[in-house]
């Protein structure tokens, strides 16, 4: 017993002896890092830090970014199986005919709600259930929408699915408000207050092209489905649009179906779309090229963009551009940096497109019929 405490107590003193260390004049000294040791220790490991954090981030983006691609080829896919089912593609807006008494002013009849493509490719899209809820076959989004206003008990259930995050329809890169209290069925008419029961946000919107389809208010009876043209959208989704694959003369894989936009440009939601969506106001559910690409937000207090900027176009929170699913199913990730032509030299509204050989090659993958043969970026 005695002798194991001895070779105990030897063992400790080498073990100090090991942190000793004699000096020029013969002293012994503890060996210990230095303050600069330790100081350029601490810098090399912010150094590797600095250098890792870009990439951690990079890949975190390239995961989101897959994610977003992935949702965006969902819906692609689930526009060619209605379009299989249907011999049509759905229209952007289901605008119907039958009004029993109409309102008189524009903004107001701009403003009512109509279920738009979301609802009809719900089936393609595994969210009938979520749909069906709200027996978006039998009932006029607009009734639905005055349940909700009016907090009656069936509105306050509606309400609780309306206002829920669908992930087919957000990119998950986007950290915005998961709620929309900007995008309303806005208007004269205001049927839903956006501040107090505001939508599930929606960052996908349809391709309308390059200029906007207003409805004819003027013609009798008035809500028919005749259209006025400012410039045509020459797109393949508007209101009652119901093109089919014949009508995209450029190709399936040379027309945009579908693309971003990101709560800093406003966004959109995913319950419907206002009448007259992309012309006086609403949910914006339908996109645009007469904007350049993530065209630059507005420096003012709440970050919004006017209504002459980018929240009719496309957007994202991408670095660098968006993404953007074609016609025929395949998804592209379109530089910010793309050929851009929105002056005056081949639009104005209320005409009809000047010259189209002087269109950008934005503008042309959003048109179906332009004829013109462009480089995919």
Known sequence: MESRNVESGRGDRIRRD?????????????YAFTLVELLVVIAIIGVLIALLL???QAAREAARRMQCTNNMKQIGLAFHNYHDTCDSLPAAIN??????????????????????????????????????????????LESVVLDIKNSTAQGNIWYETAKKVIPAFRCPTDDGSSVNAIRDFGGGAALLDKTKKPLGTANYIVSQGMGYAT????????????????????????????????????????????????????????????????????????????????????????????????????????????NFCYLDGSVHFISETITSVTDSTVWEGGKELKDIEKLGVYQCLSIRDDGRTVSQP
């Open 95 to 140: 605008f119907t005919a039958a009004r029993p008494n109409p309102v008189s002013s524009n903004d107001e009849k701009a403003s009512l709600p109509y279920w738009d493509w979301t609802s009809s490719v719900s089936s393609f899209l595994e969210l009938q259930a979520t749909f069906d809820a709200f027996n978006f076959r039998s009932n006029s």
């Open 18 to 30: 090991e942190n000793l260390q004699r000096d020029a004049n013969g002293s012994l000294r503890i």
């Open 54 to 56: 870009p990439a951690v």
């Open 215 to 322: 409805l004819n208010w003027n013609k009798s009876p008035f809500y028919n489905s005749s259209l006025t043209y400012g410039v045509p959208p020459r797109g393949v989704f508007y209101f009652n649009s119901w093109h089919n694959f014949s009508a995209v003369t450029d190709g399936t894989s040379n027309t945009f179906a579908l693309g971003e936009r990101d709560t800093k440009h406003e966004a959109t939601v995913w319950f419907g779309a206002a009448a007259d969506d992309n012309y006086w106001g609403g949910t914006r559910a339908i996109g645009r090229t007469h904007r350049d690409l993530n065209l630059a937000v507005v420096n003012n207090d709440i970050g919004q963009v006017t209504v002459a900027n980018g929240q009719k176009g496309f957007s994202s929170r991408h670095p660098g551009g968006a």
